[in-house]
């Protein structure tokens, strides 16, 4: 998955927005109960603006896009997305 602007690819997340969409991520993941995800992301990293999620089912693809909607960092809203061919 991707934590993408709005109006991506006209408008991409610089260093600092993805570093706190990270953070975010993390302390909504660490607020969970223990026996509601467990080990449900493997890792994040920035690709050409966006922040990629690898998930490891689709309850995960599932709650992260039900968060996303909340995330608002600086001026922008942030959306979910698949990723595209060729990521």
Same mark, same amino acid.
Do not use: H
């Given at each position: 998955?991707?934590?993408?602007?709005?109006?991506?690819?006209?408008?991409?997340?610089?260093?600092?927005?993805?570093?706190?969409?990270?953070?975010?991520?993390?302390?909504?993941?660490?607020?969970?109960?223990?026996?509601?995800?467990?080990?449900?992301?493997?890792?994040?990293?920035?690709?050409? /603006?966006?922040?990629?999620?690898?998930?490891?089912?689709?309850?995960?693809?599932?709650?992260?896009?039900?968060?996303?909607?909340?995330?608002?960092?600086?001026? /922008?809203?942030?959306?979910?997305? /698949?990723?595209?061919? /060729?990521?």
């Amino acid at each position: 998955m991707a934590l993408v602007t709005e109006d991506y690819p006209e408008n991409k997340l610089d260093s600092s927005e993805v570093n706190e969409s990270r953070k975010l991520i993390m302390r909504r993941i660490l607020d969970l109960p223990e026996d509601r995800f467990g080990s449900a992301f493997t890792g994040t990293w920035k690709r050409n /603006g966006a922040v990629i999620i690898n998930c490891v089912n689709q309850q995960s693809v599932a709650w992260l896009k039900s968060q996303s909607v909340e995330f608002n960092i600086i001026d /922008g809203y942030f959306a979910c997305a /698949g990723l595209p061919k /060729g990521w």
